[in-house]
């Protein structure tokens, strides 16, 4: 909640100082709980209820960030369709040389998202697909991450796992620096009426969304790295790639009713 206020108050104000330590103080926690759940995990405490409740946790938590953008979308809705005489058009009299080109950068964005969805999908083939006792019996206990990541690329499962990590990360931060890059180009702030209101608030929560995947993809891939996971037990990695999917699907409807139909 502070982090959603400190957020709402950097975009009115331009303070960053409040938002900069909201979100620290927000990944500490998010690291923290991402490690006791490692520990949890290694202690042989997870029952197959645990894993059940967790996935059924975790989908109630999509299922709320699905309600959460629909009251957005609701309100740009709203807006669009019963225009206020004041704005005399959607968008607003003399906006239509300020909106943002869909075929730019969103598009761009568009393609990124899309390519790491794919990639991820294809991570997910090879994860529970995965021949996870063979390679444990060719890493030693104690090794370097050199020598673990030869002994890992040797295996072809593993290979594409890491490679295909690898590049759905990379596009996952093309994307939020391409979204800052578009704010700072953009001819029109979160105070140009209400069109930049919620152009903003919605395109910059899915921002958020998307940089708090990538911490989750990161924190998957480490523990996979470590051979954390197997071809039946990975529910971490299982809901990250839940997550993922989801911010893909809000983009696509960011995309297409926002910079198309709202433009």
């Known amino acids: 909640l502070f982090l959603f206020i400190t957020f709402i108050y950097f975009l009115k104000f331009g303070s960053f100082v409040c938002f900069f330590f909201s979100l620290l103080y927000f990944l500490l926690v998010l690291g923290s709980w991402f490690y006791s759940l490692n520990e949890e995990c290694f202690s042989g405490l997870f029952t197959s209820l645990s894993f059940f409740l967790f996935r059924f946790g975790f989908v109630l938590f999509i299922c709320s960030e699905v309600l959460f953008f629909f009251g957005f979308f609701w309100c740009f809705f709203s807006n669009c369709w019963v225009t206020s005489l004041y704005f005399g058009s959607w968008p607003p009299f003399d906006f239509d040389f300020l909106v943002v080109n869909m075929f730019g950068y969103p598009l761009l964005n568009t393609i990124l998202l899309l390519s790491s969805g794919l990639s991820l999908t294809v991570v997910h083939y090879f994860v529970l697909t995965g021949d996870y006792s063979y390679v444990l019996s060719k890493i030693p206990v104690h090794v370097s991450l050199k020598e673990r990541y030869s002994y890992l690329v040797d295996n072809t499962e593993f290979s594409f796992v890491i490679y295909g990590y690898l590049v759905t990360v990379f596009f996952g931060f093309l994307f939020v620096f391409f979204q800052l890059y578009e704010y700072i180009i953009s001819y029109f702030f979160i105070s140009s009426t209400v069109y930049g209101s919620i152009f903003f608030v919605l395109t ?45 699907v809000v983009w ?12």
């Open 252 to 263: 696509l409807f960011l995309y297409v009713f926002v910079y198309w139909y709202g433009s």
């Open 204 to 248: 910059g929560f899915h921002g958020l969304h998307v940089f708090v995947g990538l911490i989750m993809l990161l924190v998957s891939f480490l523990r996979y790295f470590h051979v954390c996971y197997s071809s039946v037990d990975h529910v971490g990695f299982e809901c990250a790639v839940w997550y993922w999917h989801f911010v893909d």
